[in-house]
């Protein structure tokens, strides 16, 4: 699987938008960009996934580069619920493709 | 819906002392089922995965196993915990070729 890069940190205040990024330099054609975040002492929580077509559902906004270089999770109005850190992945999807590699995400925190 | 129950949810037990963490899922069949471990201020480790009753395939060798007697049920055993065995124990589950992984709500485990 493509290694990703994030940021350690971000800070963003409430009702404003969010835009976390992540670099995925190698991936390759059939990997797929996911997004996670793990709220502190819970389980991580899916929020997203895309492959090459910007994608958008009641979470989130997935952008991604023309090359696929690179991708933007945007949470559109951030709360303080939003607070987590938020891991990028990039994985080949389907059977026989099991594992998740979490790295040490984003930790975004929503400020009041 | 589905859901997917880990117990108990925080645990402290000495060295040297057996290891019993049971996960179970709810309103799916034949899922996919996987074992990760984060340890403080770390990111995920996947310990073991399993596509089917009986089927276990482990990623990191330790002195953790892991077993799936029933469909829905996913076990994780230690015979002797190690003080490196403390973290935050995830359950999770896909179905087969999904793109996302549904995860429990974690077994705080300290080792004393």
């Known amino acids: 699987d493509a290694k990703t890069t994030q940021p350690t940190s971000m800070d963003c205040a409430e009702g404003r938008a969010a835009n976390l990024p992540c670099n995925h330099s190698?991936?390759?054609?059939?990997?797929?960009v996911y997004w996670y975040r793990q709220i502190h002492s819970q389980g991580p929580q899916y929020i997203i996934h895309?492959?090459?077509n910007n994608e958008t559902n009641e979470m989130a906004s997935l952008i991604i580069t023309e090359d696929r270089k690179s991708s933007t999770l945007i949470l559109p109005h951030a709360t303080l619920r939003d607070t987590a850190v938020y891991y990028c992945?990039?994985?080949?999807?389907?059977?026989?493709?099991?594992?998740?590699?979490f790295g040490k995400g984003t930790k975004l925190s929503v400020i009041p | 819906s589905q859901t997917i129950h880990q117990w108990p949810a925080t645990l402290v037990q000495p060295v040297g002392s057996p290891l019993s963490l049971e996960c179970t899922v709810e309103?799916?069949?034949?899922?996919?089922l996987y074992w990760y471990r984060q340890a403080a201020g770390r990111g995920l480790q996947l310990l073991f995965y399993?596509?089917?009753?009986?089927?276990i395939s482990s990623e990191v060798p330790q002195n953790l196993s892991a077993s799936r007697p029933q469909d829905r049920q996913f076990i994780l055993s230690s015979k002797k915990l190690l003080l490196s065995d403390s973290g935050f124990y995830l359950c999770?589950?896909?179905?087969?070729?999904?793109?996302?992984?549904?995860f429990g709500p974690g077994t705080r485990l300290t080792v004393t």
């Open positions: 992945i990039v994985r080949v999807a389907g059977a026989g493709s099991y594992q998740l590699t």
């Open positions: 309103g799916t069949s034949n899922p996919n």
């Open positions: 895309g492959l090459k």
């Open positions: 399993s596509v089917g009753i009986g089927q």
């Open positions: 190698t991936i390759s054609g059939n990997e797929y």
């Open positions: 999770a589950w896909t179905s087969g070729g999904a793109y996302e992984q549904y």
